[in-house]
């Protein structure tokens, strides 16, 4: 099977899914669905098409991104944007829940408290399901837009040092932009208070998978020697203790100083929202890239959208 035909009709459940083929097809697809939001064009590659974003946890740009995608692609969206407000609290389970959405919508898109609800999901319908983020598993498509991301920001992907820093044990899109990155020629820095180091499955795979990586607990370190700074949120709702979170919170913030003290031109990435983690001081920095980062959600997920609809 062909790049393109693996693409179609397959769920996104996990980052290690894409080869190398794959992920480059996405990147191209979604520059070209770039070029067309800025020469203002009306597509309607997604007509008569109907995607359901299904939100059982707090989100703001993974939902709006995919749900502007798909209008942008002349498709249609409903959505449970409020946990609350779904028959969930009913006592409905997932796969009912999935069921059910498989009546209605074409594409299903799903984020949910607990790891492996997406695989769960994509059981309960024949229909592609994409997971926007099962608690502290995965979260793919973020990945793709890091990866689009790290691209445009610096014209290549493959002989950069790209530094993961923050909460790695809990924070799902680190998980999966590791994965993604271990398919191009990068070296990785793993920046974490102990506490929070990466999975050591996720780790060990990296490993086997032959890509260069380090672990550090410092962030300056981490700085003085990448390319792209890959800041993360410590993730205040994967903590039973509410102690140890507080203890961890501020582990790590960057500084406007510590970036211009880097003595390399940094790229300052973050999948957001952050919360302390890097000083509003430093947005006005031209490697910030964070926001523009939260924009290319749109191309990238109408690349991802067109891909697997066919
Ligand atoms: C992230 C998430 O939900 O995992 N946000 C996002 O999708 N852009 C990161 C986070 O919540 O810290």
Known sequence: ???????QG???????????????????????FARSLERGERLDTMGGQILATLFFEPSTRTRLSFEAAMLRLGGQVVSVADPKSSSAVKGETLPDTIRTVDGYADVIVLRHPLVGSAEEAAQATDKPVINAGDGAGQHPT?????????????????????????DLKHGRTVHSLAQVLSRYGVKLLLAAPDAL?????IANDLRAAGVSLEETENLQEALS???????????????ADPAEYEQ???????????????????????PLPRVDEISP?????????????AANGV?????LLTLITG
């Not at 099977?1 to 693409?7: A, D, K």
């Open 1 to 7: 099977m062909n790049v393109v035909s693996r693409l």
């Open 10 to 32: 397959a769920d996104v459940l996990r980052a290690d899914q894409f080869d190398r083929g794959g992920l480059d097809l996405i990147l191209d697809k979604a520059r070209g």
């Open 142 to 166: 973020q990945a793709l837009l890091d990866l689009y991301t790290i691209l445009q920001e610096r014209g290549e992907v493959d002989g950069l040092t790209v530094a993961l820093a923050g």
């Open 197 to 201: 180091r990466m999975p050591p499955d």
């Open 225 to 239: 020697s990448c390319d792209v700074l890959y800041m993360t949120r410590v993730q205040r709702e994967r903590f």
């Open 248 to 270: 961890l919170k501020g582990a790590f913030v960057l500084t406007r100083e510590m970036v211009e003290g880097a003595g390399r031109e940094v790229t300052v990435m973050h």
């Open 281 to 293: 001081e430093v947005d006005a920095l031209p490697g910030a890239a964070y926001f523009r980062q």
């Open 299 to 303: 191309p990238v997920r109408m690349a």
